[in-house]
Nanobody, 129 residues
């Protein structure tokens, strides 16, 4: 099972960025995929999760209305579109899976990285003027 996040970079406050999570080694379409982030000196926290069934999306309260998660099972990739970025969104972003079909609350709210078994290398997002 492999996951690789990409697409991070430097963006000004209010700007947008799209992250990608390329997966391999498993049938991505059968499983939920989550996004977590870790800011400097802070715990890793859930951001968003998309289920395998009907691609139902879930979001942390801090990003609801600004971030959109989507998946393209034909290319085994999950996306995180981020709008209206704030300096507090600065973090390393990771995609992860626990090889379950549905998203659990711990997959997108609070700090529960132990809920995920497989992690990709992260991509750094810096929101600064």
């Amino acid at each position: 099972v492999q996951l690789q996040a990409s697409g991070g970079g430097l963006v000004q406050p209010g700007g947008s960025l799209r992250l990608s999570c390329a997966t391999s080694g498993f049938t991505m379409g059968n499983y939920a995929i989550a996004w977590f982030r870790q800011a400097p000196a802070k715990d890793r926290e859930g951001v968003s999760c998309i289920s395998s069934t009907n691609s139902t999306a879930y979001y942390a309260d801090s990003v609801k209305g600004r971030f959109t998660v989507s998946r393209d099972n034909t290319v085994n990739t999950v996306y995180l579109q981020m709008h209206s970025l704030k300096p507090e969104d600065t973090a390393v972003y990771y995609c992860a899976t626990d090889l379950v079909r549905y998203c659990l609350y711990a997959h997108y709210q609070g700090s529960h990285p132990e809920s995920m078994e497989y992690w990709g290398k992260g991509t750094l997002v810096t929101v600064s003027s």
